[in-house]
């Protein structure tokens, strides 16, 4: 059996390919060049395994950054959310206000169980302002729903501070309201 070795091929010199007409199931064929790719195999391997310290440290840089980027997203979620709710409750408000029979103390309370079944704030943290404008040639109501008439403009502010409802403790939005008004005519 003859074995030659091809100047064309762009092995290594010690890689030695079979000649034509020989067996090429000879195990010489499968063995060639196989002690300069174990040293090449070895020498990837241990780099990656230097290369788990280098993975560690990136995970600890970027991790913090990660989950600050993602409790924004669920802060500024809960007070969009929390907005609107907020606006709702000051729309139904000013609807049941419009009515006739309706009082302030009734506005008010309403509001008030509304964004504590909602959203979980209690009644104390929640300000409502209700006025009431005159129409041309009304009385003055002097901001009683009560003594409004048609076509008085009913007005009702609703304010929350959002430290009262964010999940996050810390101080981006203390100190801030998250405020609706909604104004209709008394029927």
Do not use: C
Request: no cysteine; charged share 20%; net charge negative.
């Amino acid at each position: 059996m003859t074995f030659t070795a091809t100047q064309q091929d762009q092995r290594s010199e010690s890689e030695i390919i079979p000649a034509e007409g020989s067996d090429p199931d000879v195990a010489d064929f499968m063995s060639y060049g196989s002690d300069e790719r174990n040293q090449n195999m070895k020498q990837l391997m241990n780099k990656r395994h230097d290369r788990r310290g280098a993975a560690l440290v990136e995970m600890a840089l970027v991790l913090p950054i990660f989950f600050g980027v993602v409790l924004g997203i669920v802060e500024f979620g809960r007070a969009m959310m929390v907005s609107q709710m907020v606006t709702n409750a000051a729309r139904e408000a000013t609807r049941l206000a419009i009515i006739d029979g309706s009082t302030n103390t009734d506005v008010e309370d309403w509001v008030e169980e509304f964004l504590n079944d909602s959203i979980n704030v209690a009644a104390s943290d929640v300000t409502v302002a209700i006025t009431v404008v005159a129409a041309p040639g009304n009385d003055d109501p002097n901001n009683q729903v009560g003594n409004a008439q048609a076509r008085d403009l009913v007005t009702v502010n609703v304010s929350v501070p959002f430290d009262k409802v964010s999940y996050v403790p810390g101080s981006y939005l203390n100190g801030k309201n998250l405020t609706a008004q909604s104004a209709m005519r008394h029927e």
